[in-house]
Structure formats: C-alpha cells, structure tokens
C-alpha cells in the first residue's frame, strides 16, 4: 500500500498530536528502557481496546479540548468538576480483591491514575471502553447504544440510591451473581500457597525467592536502599497492620522491571516478609513500585490539588484509600533515590473479569450493570465523612446527584454520542499509532 494511504498520512495533524502526547507521557521514561517501551507498544498495536489501555494521556488531551471537552460540561460544578476519580476507568479496571476485612470483593481496581478531576471523564472513559469491546464483537451501533445506556442508568440509579439510604453493599460472594460471582468464585480457588510456590522456593527451612523468570538479584547498596525504603514504608501502614512486628520481618528482596501496558519502565521490587504467624504458608509478598504522574494531572491547574500530596505514591495511597472501601492492608508509601514509591501486596485473591465469553448483549448488560453500580460507589466512597482527607470535603454523591438532577435521559443520551464518538476516533488512533510504530516514527524506538 503507497505511504500516502496510511492512516498517518491522512490524518497527519492527528499523528503529530499522538506522537506530542506520547512524548509527554512517555519520553523520560522510554529514553531509560526503549525494550520495556517496545514490549508495550507491541501489546497496545494488537487492538484497538489495547491501544485505547495505554494512552489515558491522549484521552485526556482530548476530553479537555474542542470538540470533546463539551459532551459532560453540563454536568459539571465547583464541586462535580473536582472529585476523586479512577482516573483510567475503563472495561477491563475491575476484578477482585481480599479486602481489610478478609472478604473478596469484586470491584475497581488499578488506581495508579486516580487524582482529583471531573467525574464525567471516569464515565466517559468507561463508555468509550464499552463501545470499543462491543466493536470487537461485531456488535451493531444498536446494541452498543443499548450497553452504554445500561451503564448510565445503573450508575445513576445507584448515585440516586446511595443518596436516599446510604452506604451500598458491596459485590461479595453473597451478593453477585452471574459472570461476577464466577470472577469471585475463580479468586476464592487460588491460595497463598499456590503464589508462594510460583515466586519462592524453601531453603535451610525458611523461604526465598525463585532466581531467574524476571528476578533481578539485587547489589548490596540497591538492596540496603530498598531496605531503607521499606522501613520508611512502616509508618504510612495501617495501625492494624502494624500489630505483630514479627510480621513485617523481611526474608528476601529482589528487583523487577515492569514491563506491562501500564507500567513499562518503571523499577520495581518485591519483598519477601514473614506475615502473620511464623508458618511458611503464611509468608506475605509486597512490591515497591514507582509512582507515574497520572495522565489527567497535567490538565489539572488548582494549586490546592497540585500542593496535596507528597510524591506519586502518596498520592496513588491516597487516593486508592478515598476511592475504595476497605482497601489492602498493606498498603502504604515511601520514597528510592527521590522517586515516590507506592507499596502493596502481590495478592493471590486477584482474578480480573474475562470478556472473551461475554459475547451476547444479555450477558453484556448484566455484567454493565455490576460496573455501573460499582463505579457509582467508587465515587461515593471519598465524601467528607469517611475519607478522612480535605481535598473533596463534600459529600461526592449528593453533588453528582444534584448535577443530574432530573436530566437522567440527557445523561444517558450525553455518554452514549461520546462512546460511540470517541470510539471511532480510538479506532482512528490505534491505526495511526500502528503505522507511526511500524515506520519508524516514534522517536527512540
């Protein structure tokens, strides 16, 4: 096919606003690992929803400018234009967790690009998810109109419930049902056990960890480093996690290097502790990971926002603790070589939502229904009562309610032109990023 077919070369202001926003989002980091950055835009060139996973950047650049930045205005305040968000809340941000109370819970997750913002970025976000998945599956405009409509009723129905009675039940093995409960079922059959064999062998009757598949043995500095880390990590736990020192014993560190859609790049480590009680069953893995500046920051102006957090990973701590209810024990922050760190548990209770069986519009839409709800009860999580932060000292649902007021149709009507709107340009996007990749075009690679 001649050059001047490509969809760069037809879209050519497109491409070099791709290309700016990648190098805002991407350059420092890419510059120190361009293998970690090929890995990653290999995974992103293979669909169009991969493509749309990895570059919040560009969604970002684009819902704050013409003609994107008018789908949600009407919704937005003094106070709905400043809420906690999710930050990249999209189709594939959910699936379970062993929360502070022992229960799996199905719910958001991924909170490394929460921050402050409008809450109707998260919905668009998600809709856009939605129409690119329903896309995927051949389905017709129809009946994606009909899923991203499912979602904005389910989200505004549960904004509207919360406001009415209050604190929402969680979606626990008691209370989901369908793909969801099997999301649950599938985390309650992994086992500690079965995690601490994959990463660690027994050695001289205590654990290490596995050489080799990914593991970077660590010099001695880095590790005394890591080590210094960890003990500033210590105060930022929760006290409950604080209760028998012998549990925050460190047996082994080791390095890794991300190499994921998110997290390409970025040095990381994992850390080996005793846990709970002194059988090896119970042995506990943490990772120490750099904190990335969120995508929607750069588009954030307010000195109060800019000025609250200490670092990248207090502020992904504090966030993650305002947007969920009961969230990981063990997590907390420090600071490595002057980088924020945000440190939490390699669970074994994880298992994310499969979309690959979810193929016909029932089954759809009573999955968008869970994601609705739950989006809803990530917002309403951080309200002045139970936070415990200043930054968004109001109650979230009570003002996302009275933003809607009674426009639910127009809400409706609002993310659905958007999901089907930014999808198309997503679609655009991933083949002018294909063709960029695969010509050469992105700058260090």
């Not at 976000?125 to 051949?138: D, P, V, W």
């Not at 943490?286 to 200490?310: M, N, W």
Request: net charge negative; proline share 4%.
């Amino acid at each position: 096919m001649p050059d001047q077919l490509t969809a760069a070369h037809r879209e050519p202001e497109r491409a070099e606003t791709v290309l700016r926003v990648f190098d805002t989002a991407f350059g420092e980091l890419l510059a120190q690992d361009p293998a970690a950055f090929r890995v990653k835009f290999r995974k992103m060139a293979a669909s169009a929803f991969a493509f749309y996973r990895g570059t919040a950047g560009l969604y970002y650049a684009d819902v704050t400018s013409a003609p994107y930045d008018t789908y949600g205005a009407k919704y937005l305040d003094e106070r709905t234009s400043r809420v906690w968000i999710h930050g990249d809340l999209h189709a594939e941000n959910f699936g379970t967790y062993l929360n502070s109370e022992g229960r799996l819970v199905f719910n958001v997750n991924d909170f490394d690009e929460a921050y402050v913002g409008a809450f109707t970025w998260d919905v668009q976000r998600l809709a856009a998810s939605l129409a690119l998945i329903g896309y995927a599956k051949a389905l017709s405009d129809e009946t994606i109109t009909g899923l991203v409509r499912a979602f904005a009723a389910a989200y505004r129905g549960r904004i509207s419930a919360l406001v009415r009675d209050g604190e929402s039940a969680a979606f626990t093995l008691d209370t989901a049902t369908g793909p969801i409960l099997d999301t649950l079922r599938r985390a309650r059959l992994q086992t500690r056990v079965a995690l601490l064999d994959s990463e660690t062998v027994i050695d001289g009757y205590d654990r290490r960890f596995r050489k080799g598949g990914g593991a970077i043995e660590l010099d001695d500095a880095t590790k005394a480093e890591v080590l210094a880390a960890f003990e500033a990590y210590l105060p930022t736990l929760p006290p409950a996690t604080r209760t028998r020192p012998d549990a925050l014993r460190v047996k082994d560190v080791i390095g890794r290097r991300g190499i994921g859609i998110g997290s390409a790049g970025l040095p990381s480590y994992n850390l080996l502790l005793e846990g709970h009680t002194d059988a090896l069953e119970n042995d506990v893995i943490i990772y120490l990971k750099q904190g990335q500046t969120p995508a929607v920051s750069r588009h954030i102006t307010d000195p109060e926002i800019r000025g609250y957090f200490e670092h990248e990973g207090h502020r992904t701590v504090i966030s993650q603790r305002a947007l969920q209810a009961h969230s990981d024990p063990w997590l907390g922050y420090a600071t490595l070589r002057g980088q924020g760190q945000l440190v939490a548990e390699v669970s074994p209770y994880t298992a994310d939502l499969d979309w690959t069986d979810l193929n016909e519009p029932a089954d759809l839409r009573s999955v968008i229904d869970y994601l609705g709800r739950a989006t809803a009860s990530m917002h309403a999580a951080a309200d002045e009562s139970s936070s415990g932060h200043t930054l968004v000292p109001f109650s979230t649902e009570h003002a996302i309610d009275a933003a809607i007021g009674d426009d639910d149709a127009g809400f409706a009507d609002m993310l659905v032109d958007f999901a089907h709107a930014y999808g198309a340009r997503a679609r655009q996007d991933h083949q002018i990023f294909v063709d960029l990749f695969r010509n050469g075009r992105i700058p260090g690679l």
